[in-house]
Structure formats: C-alpha cells, structure tokens
C-alpha cells in the first residue's frame, strides 16, 4: 500500500516539472535580439539617462525642413509595428520612431517609473536630443494616451495630432483615480511565455486573425523576452492609475484623427464618441471590417487618411 501511494505522488511530481520546464521561458540576450531586430548602432542613443532605441528615417530621406512626424506604439509594442508607415511617410516627413523605455531594444528606465507622465517625459526629451521643437504625433492605443498627453501638457510642441483607438477613458465599473490589478496569469508571463500563449492573446487584435503573420507574432515573442522587458510591462500595468481624461482632452489646441477599426475588440469604437465630446477640434475616420492594429491589419488603406490628414 505504501509504494502504490509513493508512485502516483512521483508521477504527479514529474508531471508538474515537466510542464514547469515547458512553460519556463527565460530572457533572450541583448546581443541576439540587437543582431536580428537592429537596422543601425545608431539608432540606439543615450535619452535621460536610458539606452533608447529611436530610428530617424525621414532626416535622410526627406528635405531638411521636412515636417516632423513622431511615432509612438502601443503596449507590448515596439517601433517594429510602424516600419511600412514610416517608408511611406518619410518621402515627406522626417519620421521618427521610438522604443519606448522596457520595450522593443530600448533598455529598461533605470528610475522604475512606467507612468503616463514618465513616457511625455521621454518622448519630450527625444525631441529635444534630436532638435526638434515641433511635430505631427501619432500614438496608438497606449501610445494614443501619451500622444493626447503630451498635446495637452504642451501644447506649443504638436502640430497635429493622430490617435488611432487611443487608451484613456475607463472601462465601465473601474473608478478613475484607482490604480490597476495586475491579474496573477499577467504576472506569471515574468516565467512563462510559451509562444503559442502570446498568440492567442495577439489574436484579438486583428478583426482577422488569418492576417496575424508568424513573422508579426515571432517578433512580438522575441522583443516581449529582451531583459527586463517583462518587469516593465508588468510596471507599466501596476502604475496605471485612471485619471478622468476629459479635463486634459479640452485643453489640445492641435487638430486631430480619430482613426479607428469598426472591429476593435480591444478598444471599441464606442470610445470615439467620448473624444470626440471632449476634444476641441477633432474628426473621426472609420476603418471598416479592421481591428485594433491597423498599422498591422492593413497598412496600405490605414494610412491615406492620415496622409490626407498631415498635408500643410
């Protein structure tokens, strides 16, 4: 009887490493990821005080005056997501785009602050290393959120402004004012990222998940294991208090796109109407049968309306 008892604990022992081991997933290095996912050494610069990863595509490929557009992704993202956009618009715009701090090859902020104000904070001092004292944003999802923040803060260094399904109203039942739960399956993503997990996560960001490449998702996987990136996305969602946008949002002077997918199951379309109450000059452009990443989904028919939008 004792041994018949010992088996089936061994086996059950054996059974939870054994999917422990497959699930484990630890960081790439650096040097692996630089190797694949750098175009240039130079595009990795010394922005308060962290390693930035920022490509400045448009300052060799537009006319020195060209005006400035500065590209802000989303959570989880990298610059990677905007590299057909910033093709097309550095034929007449200097494009900038940027890792922001614990994602894509930039290196973790060393101050531990992954707030909204921490990222106006780094994008402002990106374009002040580069000599920029005014551009064009445009931000998607969380991205949207630092680009509304930093029209609104200051205003005097956005020319236009470009949100496409931005992040900031509340989801009905959370209170403004109250910080985020991470839940534990997030905080388990520090030790555990199996590929196909992330996939399916990735999923419902496309209205069509037959559009989500191997390449796209690869990629995410990839950048998500840079170290230190995973302690910053699961800062980013413990940090975020909710405040009421609606103050901050009648303050943009600069006018502005709401582009959003029909689609979005992330973020939906439902949302447009709150900005479009709240900001001063705004106008809204659907994107029908798209979902939350149309620089993804589709790129080609995405952009037009911005590039009609961004004409002088």
Known sequence: MRAMTIIPLFLVLAIMVGVGLWLWTPDKSRADL??????????????AGIRLHVR??????????????????GFGSSLHTWESWARELSVDHRVISLDLPGSGL???????????????EIVRAVMDAMGIDRASLIGQSMGGRIAWNLAARDPGRVEKLVL???????????????????????????????RVLLRMNLEPAFADPAKMTDA????????MLAPGARDALIARMEQDTREDPVPLLRLI?????????????????????????ALPNAKLVRLDGIGHVPQEEAPAAALEPIKAFLKP
Request: proline share 12%; glycine share 8%.
């Open 216 to 223: 796209y998702v690869t990629r995410y996987h990839d950048l």
């Open 34 to 47: 630089e190797a694949r996912y750098l175009q240039s050494p130079d595009d990795l610069i010394e922005v």
């Open 253 to 277: 002077q600069a006018p502005t796109l709401l582009l959003w997918g029909t689609k979005d199951a992330m973020i939906p379309i439902a949302n447009a109407a709150d900005y479009l109450g």
């Open 106 to 120: 930039s290196d973790p902020d060393p101050t531990g602050d992954y707030t909204v104000g921490r990222d106006v």
């Open 56 to 73: 400045d595509s448009g300052s060799r490929e537009a006319p020195p005056k060209a005006p400035v557009v500065i590209l802000i992704h």
């Open 164 to 194: 496409i399904a931005p992040d900031g109203f509340a989801a009905p039942g959370v209170e403004y004012g109250r910080k985020a739960e991470v839940p534990l399956p997030m905080r388990l993503m520090r030790y555990a990222l199996p």
